[in-house]
């Protein structure tokens, strides 16, 4: 069984290396960079096993990019101080959401309705679209980028029906199928980044009940993170657009 490895950054200006990685789940990190050949200074390194790779990586790259803690300790807020990172943030917003189901969608009113005829009326005056005009008319940025599996599930299908309601409140909502996510090498896991030095990661039961936010602000871990967002919005598709195309693959 192959390791999760997830790349955790690199330095290099034009994306190569060197760059560590992280072995999920695990102490081990994989640090990549040009191997050093020269034989008199690889006389000179201690323990070097036979098949061991010396390879030369700068400080920057482990100070940026390396771990800072042997371990570290999740802060975890509940959901009412999660709530109000949405009312103090200060610039910009971005989630990815990456699920099959949220049961929190469920309970609304309105997605029995859309099950049982395939639409709804969007309520544009609810809590979050007002929250959220009030916050996009500061100036403020919110954007999400959702991933949807080859065939959709309701629960997918359901906040794309509902993506006018978050635009019609100054979102930027985006969407990616999920093999495109997959060749971006996105994780499996919901997080929200408030001002790009806060991130939000969701924790969810087995019954898709979010119980509760991971809060992370070590800079290396927040720029992981960023870079994550980086990677989804590239190449995302502008929610009407993703529409047409989820309508065009059911017609097929």
């Known amino acids: 069984m192959s390791r999760n490895i997830r790349f955790n950054g690199t ?31 690889v006389a000179k390194l201690r323990f070097l096993g036979p098949d061991d790779v010396a390879v030369l990586v700068p400080r920057e790259t482990l100070v940026n990019h390396g771990p800072k803690e042997l371990e570290r300790v999740p802060k975890l807020i509940d959901l009412e101080e999660f709530g109000r990172l949405f009312e103090t943030f200060e610039h910009t917003a971005w989630r990815l959401e990456t699920r099959g189901r949220y049961q929190s969608d469920t309970e609304d009113p309105t997605y029995d309705e859309f099950v049982r005829t395939g639409r709804f009326d969007l309520d544009t005056e609810d809590a979050w679209s007002q929250l959220m005009r009030r916050q996009t008319s500061a100036g403020k940025t919110v954007g999400r980028v959702r991933i949807v599996d080859a065939s959709p599930t309701t629960g997918q299908l359901f906040l794309l029906a509902d993506a ?46 979010l119980l509760a936010a991971e809060v992370i602000t070590e800079p290396a871990e927040v720029n992981r993170y960023m870079q994550l967002r980086d990677a989804a919005t590239h190449g995302a598709v502008a929610y009407d657009l993703f529409a047409e195309q989820v309508a065009t693959a059911s017609d097929q």
């Open 11 to 41: 330095d290099s200006k034009n994306g190569g290396c060197p760059a560590v990685h992280e072995v999920v789940g695990t102490d081990e990190f994989i640090v990549q960079g040009l191997p050093l050949t020269d034989p008199d200074e």
């Open 164 to 209: 006018p309601r978050n635009a019609a409140a100054g979102e930027d909502i985006r969407y990616l199928w999920r093999q495109d996510a997959d060749a971006r090498n996105l994780p499996a896991e919901d997080f929200w980044i408030f001002d790009s030095r806060l991130v939000a990661v969701l924790r969810f039961d087995e019954s898709d009940v």
